[in-house]
């Protein structure tokens, strides 16, 4: 659980990075409609709820941090919907600015409705706006109106000059995880490890993809993890080539390995879990000649992570051993140095076979935000950093290799929290050697 102290410490932090004179300005998800006159389910806006944990649509914080010259203090302000009897018997409960204001821990709340004429006189006087620019269309013209509206006060307003994006500090701060977000990230990858061992135990051939996903599902929501923290992807034989495959539809076959890419949102933080297991419960020997590769790169770049390394260096020691291992298996011809090169201006070979990134930061969105890199330079890893390790191996149906290996596609990704000296598998429950997933399929009945 997060705590309204630890959410005024994160306000406190972007307070102390804003320039003196300057108005921070963080707008609340809306709901975004899926057919005719009913909504998706509302997800608030990752920095709203870094900033905030408040989770009703169309709010807007703004922080303000005063001249040093006056005596003013920096404040927080929340605006959100006002209380309305009707409104909520119909579409749920409101909080209204007054609860809003205590519970929430910010110096004033306001109504909604009040928003563009506070906004007018609270920006009146700052030297900059930040607020995340190009985000949302509709935001960027309210407060370019709001800005106008003061010019046009002519001598008697003082517009703010100096437009910056929120985002680079934010986002650096929502890149290293305190204390309780590590717990709350456990606890999304023990539920979404929970999962991916109903799966494995759940799969049997006949069955669909679909069925296996409810499976999953079921799980994330009975253990409190009401939403998936992205499409679940379910992908049988050769549909796990395909590297977004959400359809979810076929049916599961004997002989086909099935990759399971799940994670579920847990008080808005992510799991991103993939494993890959045969769907009889005994790999194949090619299916396990190709398994084990890709476990061997996932196992030596995983052992490489430490505060000081960097996602560069286990990125290129999994490429080396997944392309030495082509080699070594006859999918690749040539030498380590010419499948991982690009010839003659072609991606590297290897590229074929393995297309995507190694790891990528996790947290409040799963595709998580912060910079990869400092001056163009690989950044190094720090305690509290969150990263998946995810190697693949897809071999296309038309691949030029001996058919044996055709149609097979192979992930394997877990959840690393960079610790003061090492790291912490977050996602190790979930099985995912060989001998750990047979056994887990074979004793499946007994099991459950
Ligand atoms: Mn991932």
Redesign the pocket.
């Known amino acids: 659980m997060i705590t309204q102290s630890e959410y005024l410490a994160r306000r406190q932090a972007i307070l102390e990075k804003m320039q003196d004179k300057s108005i921070c300005i963080v707008m609340a998800a809306s709901e975004k409609t899926r057919s005719n006159d009913t909504e998706y389910l509302f997800r608030q806006d990752s920095d709203f709820t870094y900033l905030t944990g408040f989770n009703e649509p169309d709010a807007c914080l703004l922080l303000i941090k005063p001249d040093p010259q006056s005596d003013s203090p920096t404040q927080s302000i929340l605006f959100c919907r006002e209380k309305n009897k009707l409104a909520e018997i119909w579409n749920g409960r409101r909080i209204g600015p007054d609860l809003a204001q205590r519970t929430y821990a910010v110096d004033q709340a306001f109504s909604l409705s009040e928003l563009e004429t506070q906004l007018v006189s609270f920006l009146d006087g700052q030297a900059g706006v930040y607020w995340s620019q190009g985000a949302s269309e509709a935001v960027d013209k309210k407060i370019l109106h709001v800005i106008q509206q003061i010019r046009n006060k002519g001598k008697l307003g003082l517009p703010p000059y100096q437009l910056m994006d929120l985002r680079p500090i934010i986002h650096e701060l929502r890149l290293i995880k305190s204390a309780a977000e590590l717990a709350i990230m456990q606890k999304a990858a023990d539920i979404s490890c929970d999962a991916h061992i109903r799966a494995m135990k759940s799969t049997q051939a006949g069955k669909f993809e679909y069925q296996i996903e409810a499976d999953i599902l079921h799980e994330f929501a009975y253990q409190g993890a009401r939403f998936a923290a992205y499409n679940s992807i379910v992908a049988g034989g050769d549909n796990a080539c395909i590297l977004h495959y959400t359809e979810n539809s076929d049916e599961l076959k004997q002989d086909d390995l099935l990759l399971i890419?799940a994670g579920c949102e847990l008080s808005g933080y992510a799991a991103?879990i993939?494993r890959t297991f045969p769907v009889s419960g005994q790999f194949s020997e090619a299916q396990a000649q190709l398994y084990q590769l890709v476990l061997n790169a996932q196992t030596q770049a995983i052992k490489t992570l430490k505060p000081g390394q960097t996602l560069a260096n286990a990125t290129q020691i999994a490429v080396d051993v997944i392309t030495q291992g082509l080699i070594d298996l006859g999918l690749l011809t040539g030498t380590l140095a010419e499948n991982t090169q690009p010839q003659d201006e072609k991606p590297p070979a290897y590229r074929q076979f393995f297309m995507h990134g190694l790891s990528?930061w996790?947290g409040l969105d799963?595709?998580d935000v912060g910079a990869y890199k400092i001056n163009k330079q690989d950044r190094p890893l720090e305690p509290g950093m969150v990263i998946?390790v995810?190697p693949g191996l897809y071999v296309a149906n038309d691949a030029d290799v001996a058919e044996k290996w055709r149609g097979i596609g192979i992930r394997i990704?877990d959840n690393i929290a960079i610790t003061a000296d090492g790291y912490l598998n977050l996602t190790q429950a979930a099985p995912k050697t060989i001998s750990d997933i047979e056994a887990i399929m074979f004793n499946k009945e007994a099991v459950k």
Do not use: R
């Open positions: 890419d991103d993939t990528h996790l799963v595709h998946t995810e990704e």
